[in-house]
């Protein structure tokens, strides 16, 4: 099974339907809770999905997606 273009920058076994919890995203990009959640508000970083009222996340993909183009833009 071969990627399309699209997702020929994320991991083989990624799947980008996968929704992820703040731990996972502040992993993955490495800063404060509370810088993220300015980057958030301003607009700079993919809006979560809220699950419920103390459920938040965000789709992988978009969080993949951020990263790359912060790393074209560095």
């Not at 919890?21 to 607009?43: D, I, Y």
């Not at 970083?45 to 969080?63: F, H, K, M, Q, Y």
Request: glycine share 4%.
């Amino acid at each position: 099974m071969s990627q399309n273009d699209e997702t020929s920058h994320l991991p083989p076994c990624f799947d980008p339907n996968r929704l992820i919890r703040l731990k996972e995203v502040l992993k993955l990009v490495p800063v404060a809770g509370s810088t993220w959640w300015a980057w958030v508000a301003s607009g700079k970083a993919p809006s979560p999905i809220r699950l419920g009222s103390r459920c938040t996340c965000w789709r992988a993909r978009e969080i993949y997606d951020f990263l790359e183009q912060a790393s074209k833009a560095a």
